[in-house]
């Protein structure tokens, strides 16, 4: 992109033109993609397709993984319904998250355009760059960007999270090296032509675990995250490996652009597998959230006086003592959360107790819970996994059926709408993990769901007429996992 990388390291961007964006440069010839703030954002267009990575690794089927597109225009013929199906060249990719070429970080660059969707490949380590502008419903492959060519320049692989910089360059976290080590984890950076340039961090400053990241330009940081070494985790979840160090608790604080690692946070037995993060959208705020799985803690962190940053437990789903389950205590295991970009609420869900959960965080030190729905989960009435009160009774939660459909699996990737009223949910995981603790998704296959959202008084139901069952697919049951809207949502879009 045009833009210099001092106004990067300053956190401002000139605002070229006040129009409204949604992601394509052609709409206005003034200003660039997404949106001038998230508030403007949330004006935005009412969201038409949505774009599925969609996964055969690992489920017994020898076909490719996909990027399917969804309709999820209600006044649509095909209403809830995969209209598209990309696809990858090659098998045994595990297509996981993605991300943008460009977007609301480059809003004052009229010369950007979010035409290419990044998908890295966490278990080959391919980058594939997809082109969505040309036809929005029927995206193609453009470039593949292969892994022997990262290794040899950067030695990273397993490629996870992915960010646009107003620069126009890709960061791309990569959680090991080759051998699925840890200690081989760092910064991947692309140029805007999706060449590998080199390692973003400086020499000697990468992260003990990789997994996400997100940046905070006015405050000149970027704090990312901890999984755990690809070696362990590929093989499957072993408690014993958390022991054995191989997985993490701790985030990452860098300075912002250079690439230099300022601080090193322990989460401590409070914050075991901290995954996604998110600062607050407003980008003067100097506070954010990151949702730790194992001990299913949501925790915050903040800038203290003294410019150094600091964290502090905000939300704690209690373990359920279980019976007919391989341990006595199940965590929620929060395996995902986002943001509305208002900074009003915050929603995770609990991948194995069952329920998502929205949390009002106006005032983020003190967040409230507003909103729970249970929309399936391991202790859902007919399973065989019952929870066992303090006065030995046991109780199962109530699951819905929509249009008939059991629910399976449980609510793992959430997508919310601009304005924040649809909450989209998907049920995978990662297919190994699948595999362990809902084999049943690799026989029947993912889903996704939409929930209706009061963002007025909080809330969340369940909207029975939408229901993509991705059981049903042409090539045999798929393993849905992050969701993507063709303009930017609050999970890919950063404001600087």
Not at 195 to 221: A, I, M
Request: with cysteine; hydrophobic share 35%; charged share 20%.
């Amino acid at each position: 992109m045009a833009t210099d990388m001092s106004v990067l390291q300053h956190g401002t961007v000139a605002e070229a033109g006040k129009g409204q964006g949604n992601g394509d440069a052609s709409t206005c010839c003034k200003t660039g993609p997404g949106y001038a703030t998230p508030l403007e954002a949330m004006s935005g267009p009412r969201e038409q397709i949505l774009y599925v990575t969609s996964v055969y690794s690992g489920t017994g089927i020898l076909k490719p993984d996909y990027l399917a597109t969804v309709d999820v225009d209600p006044n649509s013929p095909t209403y809830s319904k995969v209209i598209h199906r990309l696809p990858v060249p090659h098998l045994g990719d595990e297509l996981h998250h993605s991300g943008w070429n460009s977007c609301s970080s480059c809003h004052g660059d009229p010369s950007a355009s979010r035409r290419f969707l990044i998908l890295p490949a966490l278990i080959s380590g391919r980058i594939y760059v997809i082109d969505t502008k040309t036809d929005p419903k029927a995206p193609s492959l453009h470039k593949v960007v292969d892994p022997e060519d990262i290794i040899q320049k950067t030695g990273l692989a397993y490629p996870h999270t992915s960010h646009c910089l107003a620069t126009g360059d890709l960061l791309v976290s990569c959680l090991g090296d080759k051998d699925g080590n840890a200690a081989g984890n760092g910064f991947l950076l692309l140029d805007s032509e999706f060449n590998v340039k080199g390692r973003w961090e400086k020499p000697g400053h990468s992260p003990l675990f990789g997994y996400d990241f997100w940046y905070q330009p006015r405050h000149k940081t970027m704090i990312s995250s901890s999984w755990g070494a690809p070696a362990a985790f590929t093989k499957g979840f072993n408690l014993q490996h958390v022991s054995d160090g191989l997985y993490g608790r701790h985030l990452h604080v860098y300075s912002w652009p250079e690439g230099e690692l300022k601080q090193t946070l322990d989460l401590g037995n409070t914050g075991l597998l901290p995954l996604e993060i998110r600062f607050l959208h407003d980008p003067s705020k100097d506070t954010g959230f990151v949702g730790c799985a194992l001990t299913s803690n949501m925790v915050r962190f903040f800038k203290t006086e003294d410019g150094l940053w600091s964290h502090e437990l905000a939300i704690s789903v209690e373990p359920l003592k279980v019976q007919n389950w391989i341990l006595p205590e199940m965590p929620g295991l929060i395996t995902d959360f986002l943001i509305s970009l208002d900074d009003r609420f915050l929603y995770f869900v609990n991948w194995l107790h069952g329920d998502v959960r929205q949390y009002n965080i106006e005032d983020p030190k003190t967040p409230k819970l507003t909103g729970q729905v249970w929309v399936g989960g391991l202790i859902q009435k007919g399973s065989p996994v019952v929870v066992e009160a303090e006065d030995g009774t046991t109780k199962q939660f109530d699951v819905p059926e929509i249009q008939g459909e059991k629910l399976r699996g449980g609510p793992q990737m959430i997508q919310l709408s601009l304005d924040g009223k649809r909450l989209y949910v998907t049920n995978s995981l990662f297919s190994t993990w699948d595999r362990q603790f809902y084999p049943d998704l690799l026989e029947k296959g993912s889903h996704m769901l939409q929930l209706d959202v009061d963002t007025e008084k909080g809330g969340l139901a369940v909207n029975t007429k939408f229901f993509v069952d991705f059981g049903a697919e042409p090539d045999g049951p798929s393993l849905a996992h992050e969701m993507r809207y063709p303009g930017g949502d609050c999970t890919s879009d950063i404001w600087i």
